[in-house]
Structure formats: C-alpha cells, structure tokens
C-alpha cells in the first residue's frame, strides 16, 4: 500500500541584517548663530597689501559713508578688521553690503561680534574707604574741621625710667636670691672683674618661673678684656740662628 507523502511545509529562512550606525559623539556641540550687534568682524583678509596705511583708509572711508563708524580697528596678524557702529541697524547694514565681497582679489567673510557698549564710562577711581586714607602715599587733604597745631618737643628722657635707674646703682650691689653667674666675679680666663652687677629684669618678680632668664648689666670699667679670638691664638716664638760653622 503506497502512501502519499504529505508536502513539506516551507519555513521561513531567517537571516541577520545589520544596520549601519553613525558614531556622532566626535561631533562640536551645536552653538547658535551669533545674533545681530553693532560690532562686525570683517575676516579672510589674507592680502598683507591690504593693511597698508592708505588701503586700510580707503576702506574705513567707504564703511564711513554708509554707516557712521564707532570705533575701527585692523588687526594685521590675525587678518581681520574689528569695526564697531553707533546702532545695530548699521552693522546689519554694512553686513549685507560688504559680505562675500572682493577686496583686493580675497572674498571677504563677515560676522557679528559681540556686542559693545559704546556708552560713556566713568574713568575716575572711587575714593577709599574713610579709615583707611592714612594707607595712601601722599595722604589726601585733611578732614573737615581739622586744625593745625604744632607738635609736641621730642622726648628729653634718653632712657625710659627702669633702665636709667638700673644704670644708676651700676656701682651699688644688690641683694638678690638668685645665684651669682659663674664669670660675674672671675672671668673664663683667671682674670679678676668688677664686682659691681646690677639685675634688670628679675624672675622672681615675675610669677618665679624657671624659664625666665635674668638679666644682669656687669660694671667692666677698668678691666682690660682680651677678646677670645686673641686668646686662642698661638704665640710664634724666635727661633734662634744655627751656628755659622754648620751652615759652611
């Protein structure tokens, strides 16, 4: 018994397909035009020939009779001419006249800078605070209601009153607890010193701490100091002449 074999059912081959894609990360964000002002900036000047003295004139002039110019400035290293105008109007102006125009051979390209102010500033500095004009050199002019008077004579007192008594029991030897300094009485070297001392500052009159130095003014008059720098040095004695019948 022959069977019929039944007819496949054809199925649908699926294939992959590969979309293509567009890395736009590399992209400069998008920035928007400039909006109109009265300052243009007249590019691709690449002709030096054009910043002449004379050519430079020539075009200001031709600018000036179409819109009165503010202030004009060519700037020959960076190929362009910064011109800014009282009003907008005629920076839009001046734009669509002169734009994509040859000038000496070169298709100029211009573009709306930022805008400027062409109001008058104030160009004087502001005064300083008032209690801090004894800062400036020369100082400014004196405040209302001051007056003149005349200074008071110098101070006569050559020492101030604790020193100048101190100085004044140089000859006197005062009673003190603290110990006598090791060279008050005998110098380093053996040589005898004046026993005069008088202590100007004295810790114990100040709380008695022991990290307070005491200060001693020693009375030296009459006492030959050698300096330690003489006392170190070595004496050179003569050597004598050797007999005359070695030197033969």
Do not use: C
Not at 143 to 163: R, S, Y
């Amino acid at each position: 018994m022959t069977t019929e074999s039944s007819p496949r059912t054809s199925r649908p081959i699926s294939r992959s397909r590969s979309f293509m894609s567009i890395d736009l990360s590399n992209l400069p964000p998008y920035q928007l035009p400039t909006p109109a002002s009265n300052t243009l900036l007249i590019t691709n000047l690449n002709d030096p020939q054009i910043f002449r003295a004379d050519n430079i004139q020539t075009i200001r002039d031709l600018i000036n009779a179409s819109a009165p110019i503010h202030s004009w400035a060519p700037l020959k290293s960076f190929r362009r001419i910064i011109v800014t105008f009282f009003d907008v109007d005629s920076g839009i102006k001046i734009k669509k006249l002169l734009d994509n125009e040859p000038i000496m051979g070169e298709r100029v390209k211009i573009y709306f800078g930022h805008q400027t102010s062409i109001k008058p500033k104030e160009e004087h500095l502001n005064l300083p605070d008032a209690g801090k004009l004894f800062f400036i050199s020369p100082p400014p002019s004196p405040p209302h209601g001051w007056e003149m008077k005349l200074e008071d004579a110098p101070n006569k007192m050559v020492h101030a009153e604790d020193l100048a008594e101190a100085l004044a029991k140089l000859h006197h030897r005062p009673t003190t607890d603290l110990p006598a300094s090791p060279n008050s009485e005998t110098g380093g070297d053996g040589r005898q010193r004046s026993g005069s001392s008088t202590i100007i500052y004295d810790p114990s009159e100040h709380g008695n701490s022991p990290g307070l130095p005491a200060i001693e003014v020693e009375d030296m008059t009459g006492v030959n100091v050698i300096s330690p720098i003489e006392m170190g040095k070595p004496i050179f004695a003569h050597t004598s002449r050797p007999p005359v019948e070695l030197m033969k």
